[in-house]
């Protein structure tokens, strides 16, 4: 039996370094995987420490945007829309009223020059004119312009 057993140590000697560098190699693998979980807990808590400040900071914010907006007065807002819409109703009603003495001026000289012609020939036909007949011929001059002015 102790021969088997010297034969046996005989054939595992040279194995023994190879099993020694192996075991080494296997305890290095190890200690590097240990010494990684360590910086990732590590690292993973400080995250966490980050997160958490982080979270209270936009906390700390939404209530600060929370209490100024319960300060804002809406009413100079308000004034302000207000005061805006106003000044474009009154331009727009100036642009209007532009328009408006525009055409009268444009339809005027043409009024006028038709209404002298109408009193040179009622004066060259003395023709007599009464309210009722004032009236005919008002209604008359209106008529046409109105036709003048669709067309």
Do not use: H
């Not at 296997?26 to 982080?54: D, F, M, P």
């Not at 936009?58 to 945007?65: E, P």
């Not at 209490?67 to 100036?94: F, L, M, S």
């Amino acid at each position: 039996m102790s021969e088997t057993i010297t034969q046996l140590g005989t054939l595992l000697r040279p194995a023994i370094p190879t099993v020694v560098l192996f075991a080494a190699a296997w305890i290095g693998y190890r200690l590097i995987v240990q010494r990684n979980l360590c910086r990732v807990r590590q690292s993973r808590g400080e995250a966490r420490r980050r997160i958490t400040a982080i979270e209270s900071t936009l906390r700390d914010l939404q209530s600060k945007v929370a209490a100024i907006e319960a300060t804002v007065d809406r009413k100079p807002i308000k004034k302000r829309a207000r005061a805006t819409v106003e000044a474009e109703q009154t331009k727009i009603v100036e642009a209007a009223e532009r328009e408006i003495l525009s055409a009268v001026s444009a339809v005027n000289p043409d009024f006028g020059a038709y209404a002298t012609d109408m009193a040179v020939a009622l004066a060259a036909n003395g023709v007599r004119v009464d309210g009722w007949t004032d009236e005919g011929l008002l209604r008359s001059i209106i008529d046409q312009l109105g036709l003048r002015g669709s067309n």
